[in-house]
């Protein structure tokens, strides 16, 4: 009987939804563990209108105590952070070891409703974004049908407008697609050996075409004592692809885009457990360009987030680079830290787990530059 009683007590401990035990008055006998991690302190002992304040669960546990039949229903904590919960209140048996008569056993939705939230308001700007260049499309089209239906320069003039259009909306699809894709698989870290140095390399000189015009520097450092990272290859050569093209992008004609992969000495303060646990390594990407405002760094990886809408635009910015690299840094369980000084550029650094280097690996740093010199 000992070891059944024991047995039931660590049962109840451990179970993942929060429970709380009321007694005939409403008082609190016993929590576990899950219900402490909510309430955040003591509550034995307490009435439930002093540990819940809402009404509909004060009402709930009142008819169930006089004998009504299991209550559920919904509620919101607003602090310390807003959360969500269901909750529902079932009568218990008679037992001589426990004045305890009901069980109250809560169901946290927060994440289901943040989910949701978020589905909503990406659908909301998804559709916003292709809603402006579809009818510029549209218009064109109709423009083409119509007054500018026999002059030659205006159609060429229109069906290039036309082809930039339809090309940012297919960025816009594939980049929506890609972020589909990395969030469905977020929960999974990637336990791949990748030769980062090589992806960072290859990156560095598809990129060529874009900077050799406006004469600027693509300067490629890996250290080969951390070019084996921990992770996916086309997801990292897309984490960095996006780092590189935008500081392009955004760097100053003439400047030069500084790419580095190296040991980290260092963890910034959002590294979580998994990083912490063994070696890792940090790609920094660092541009020469106008720099970012302080007021801006928070929400710089929030999708269809720009710091200048207009020019992100020109640029053939969708809004979702930043934010396919958070995800990207968030399923490999890295970090991603951004230091920006106005008007003499930014940096990015993205921290992975690093990997076992392959045999043959030479052991000193290898520089490449693309762009203003020579290979």
Request: no cysteine; aromatic share 10%.
């Given at each position: 009987?000992?070891?059944?009683?024991?047995?039931?007590?660590s049962l109840?401990?451990?179970?993942?939804?929060?429970?709380?035990?009321?007694?005939?008055e409403r008082r609190v006998v016993k929590f576990n563990q899950n219900a402490l991690a909510v309430f955040g302190?003591?509550?034995?002992?307490?009435d439930l209108s002093v540990v819940l304040r809402n009404p509909n669960v004060l009402e709930s546990a009142d008819a169930v105590l006089a004998?009504?039949?299991?209550?559920?229903?919904?509620?919101?904590?607003?602090?310390?952070?807003?959360?969500?919960?269901?909750?529902?209140?079932?009568?218990?048996g008679p037992s001589p070891a426990s004045d305890a008569v009901a069980v109250l056993a809560l169901n946290d939705l927060t994440t289901v409703k943040r989910m949701e939230q978020m589905r909503a308001d990406f659908v909301a700007n998804a559709s916003h974004e292709l809603r402006t260049p579809?009818?510029?499309?549209?218009?064109?089209i109709e423009t083409l049908r119509g007054p500018a239906r026999d002059d030659a320069e205006a159609r060429d003039k229109f069906l290039g407008i036309m082809h930039d259009q339809g090309t940012r909306m297919a960025r816009l699809v594939n980049d929506l697609l890609s972020l589909s894709r990395i969030e469905l698989n977020e929960h999974t870290p990637p336990a791949e050996n990748v030769d980062l140095g090589r992806i960072v390399q290859a990156g560095a000189d598809a990129l060529m075409p874009l900077a050799a015009p406006r004469k600027m520097e693509l300067r490629v450092v890996v250290d080969e004592a951390a070019r084996h990272v921990i992770g996916q290859v086309d997801e990292l050569a897309q984490l960095a692809q996006n780092l590189m093209d935008n500081a392009v992008k955004y760097g100053r004609d003439g400047t030069a885009v500084e790419i580095t992969l190296k040991p980290a000495t260092g963890l910034p303060a959002s590294a979580g457990p998994a990083l912490r646990a063994g070696p890792a390594v940090v790609l920094s990407v660092r541009d020469h360009g106008d720099g970012i405002g302080k007021e801006h760094l928070p929400r710089l990886?929030?999708?269809?987030?720009?710091?200048d809408t207009a020019r992100s635009r020109t640029l053939g910015g969708t809004g979702l680079g930043l934010a396919i690299v958070k995800h990207i840094v968030n399923r490999h369980r890295g970090a991603l830290l951004v230091e920006s000084t106005l008007g003499q550029g930014s940096t990015f650094s993205v921290y992975l787990r690093a990997a076992k280097a392959?045999?043959?690996?030479?052991?000193?740093?290898?520089?490449?530059?693309?762009?203003?010199?020579?290979?």
């Open positions: 009987r000992a070891l059944l009683a024991k047995w039931n007590e109840f401990e451990n179970l993942p939804d929060p429970l709380v035990l009321l007694d005939p302190r003591d509550i034995t002992g307490r004998g009504a039949q299991a209550r559920d229903g919904a509620f919101d904590l607003p602090v310390p952070v807003p959360r969500s919960f269901q909750f529902r209140i079932e009568r218990l579809l009818a510029t499309l549209l218009g064109f990886t929030e999708r269809f987030y720009r710091v392959q045999a043959g690996g030479v052991a000193s740093p290898l520089a490449v530059s693309i762009g203003g010199g020579s290979l």
